[in-house]
């Protein structure tokens, strides 16, 4: 069964930088063969996808609130994915969740927006507290 657990979260001043991991379980094949993202939820808000990645070749999608901050990447060495937060915000306060299609290489959507409906395993979530 896969699994996926995240860590890395917690409180961090404004400015400063988190690294998220998410560390799988169960794949059967490399972690670059699926489809995985990055989503927050705030409190009162709706899930948003924060940043997604396709399998080969790779593809990197960010929102528009976090380019040139975040960056999406994984290591099959370790089957693990990362979200690397830099420069963080007030509004980066969230629950982040990691997010994987379960088929392996299957065609990601081409656009950020699509990856939430085709995430079909999702993990339990860390949380990012940011203060000034």
């Known amino acids: 069964q896969v699994q996926l657990v995240e860590s890395g979260g917690g409180s961090v001043q404004a400015g400063g930088s988190l690294r998220l991991s998410c560390a799988t379980s169960?794949?059967?094949?490399?972690?670059?063969?699926?489809?995985m993202g990055w989503f927050r939820q705030a409190p009162g808000k709706e899930r948003e996808a924060v940043a997604a990645?396709?399998?080969?070749?790779?593809?990197?999608y960010y929102a528009d609130s976090v380019k040139g901050r975040f960056t999406i990447f994984r290591d099959a060495g370790n089957q693990t994915m990362y979200l690397q937060m830099n420069s963080l915000k007030l509004e980066d306060t969230a629950t982040y969740y990691c997010?994987?299609?379960?088929?392996?290489?299957?065609?990601?959507?081409?656009?950020?927006?699509?990856?939430?409906?085709?995430?079909?395993?999702w993990g339990q979530g860390t949380q990012v507290t940011v203060s000034s």
């Open positions: 997010a994987s299609d379960s088929r392996p290489g299957t065609n990601c959507p081409s656009s950020l927006q699509g990856f939430a409906a085709q995430m079909s395993i």
């Open positions: 169960g794949y059967r094949y490399s972690i670059y063969s699926y489809c």
């Open positions: 990645i396709t399998g080969v070749p790779r593809s990197t």
